[in-house]
Structures are given as C-alpha cells and as structure tokens.
C-alpha cells in the first residue's frame, strides 16, 4: 500500500506540474516596467522587483529584453518573443512566440554566428537571404560559395549560396541553415524556409509560434 500510495503521489505531482505550465509573451515595456501576456489571458502591466503575478515576476529590464522569473525558474525574455514551460514536455523543442507589426510583419531581432541581426518572417523565401552589409557585418565568408541569379523586386541580382553555423531566434538555436547572400542591400535578413522548415508553425490572428521540431 506504501509503495502505491508514492506512485500516486508522484502521479498526482505530474499532472499538477503540466496543468500548470506557463506560457509567457512580452508584448510591450516602459521604464521599470513590462506588459505581459500569461497563459494567453489579458495583458498584464507588471513592476520590476514587484509581486508574482500567476506565478511570473519581472526581475529586471535591460534594453529590449526582460528577466523573468517564471514558475522559480529564471528565463530572459526579449520584447515581441514569448517563453513556454511546457516546451520541454513536447519532444524538447524550444518554443518562440512572435508579435506581428503595425503592416501584419513578424519582425524579430536574432543573430547568425552570434552577431544581431533583424529578421523578418517571409514564408516566400526559400533560403534565409541576407543583403550585402549584413553578411559583412557577420564575416560570411563567401570565397567558396556557390554564385546564382535570384529574381526580386527590384529584378535580376546576384546571389551566393552559403550555409550558416547557427541561426538564433529567442530561445531557439538552428545549426547548418543555409542561406543567400545578396549582392544588394536588404532592409531586414528575411527569416525564410531553411529555417521555418525546421519549425511546428501556428499563427493565431497577431501572434505567432514557432516551435523547434529538430
């Protein structure tokens, strides 16, 4: 009966800890404060250093990102992105939750190789396609790159077909994502299928969640 009774317990802990799970979206953040969405409910304004609030407490602001301490654990949270407990609980695959702009755009600040860059989700782009200064910036090598044609439009310009060490977006962390290198400038990197291929993907009016499949 002991050892059924400690089953049970634990039986009983598991259930509570998934039914409990937080999903945590940075929407909007002002001096010594940040505007949350937990577990999909009205935003919510909370005080760095102040209370827990459904079981998250803002910790501290930094610029465009924000310490949490959501269910004991603490997790940096960057504004327009979003952190989900229960992402380890579905096959281990890291969770981001993207807001859309003014124009319906889902731009995202990211890194390549560990340099910022700004992306710009675009479901139409084959490969992630970087413009000239950015692949630069990050020291792409293109000496033994594979040179192509792509159409845009602005028409016809070259390009250069490279694969990046790793691709960063919030949480989730991609290796080996090939890419295009313009010859042109580009206003934001454009997040294409190279990566989102390796996406769960859901979108639900102005936010969308992309969760890393392997």
């Given amino acids: 009966m002991g050892f059924m009774r400690t089953i049970l317990a634990l039986a009983v802990y598991w259930v509570a800890n998934w039914a409990y799970a937080t999903d945590v979206q940075v929407v909007g953040m002002f001096p010594g404060k940040a505007v949350l969405i937990i577990d999909g409910g009205a935003p919510r304004t909370l005080v760095a250093g102040g209370p827990r609030v459904a079981g998250v407490r803002v910790l501290s602001l930094e610029e465009g990102s924000a310490l949490l301490e959501i269910d004991g654990q603490r997790r940096r949270v960057a504004l327009g992105h979003g952190y989900s407990s229960a992402a380890s609980g579905e096959g281990g695959g890291r969770v981001v939750t993207l807001s859309a702009d003014g124009r319906g755009h889902f731009v ?23 413009g000239a200064t950015d692949a630069r910036r990050i020291g792409v090598d293109l000496s033994q790159a594979q040179q192509g044609i792509a159409q845009t439009a602005n028409g016809m310009t070259p390009i250069w077909r490279v694969k990046l060490g790793t691709v960063k977006i919030g949480s989730v962390m991609l290796r080996d994502v090939d890419a295009a290198v313009h010859a042109g400038e580009l206003p934001v990197a454009l997040l294409g299928m190279s990566f989102l291929n390796r996406m769960d993907m859901r979108r639900e009016g102005g936010t969308m969640t992309l969760r890393q499949r392997y």
Avoid at 110 to 121: D, E, H, L, Q
């Fill in 108 to 130: 995202t600040e990211g890194a390549i190789n560990g340099t910022p860059v700004r992306f710009m989700v675009d479901t139409g782009a084959t490969l992630i396609a970087l």
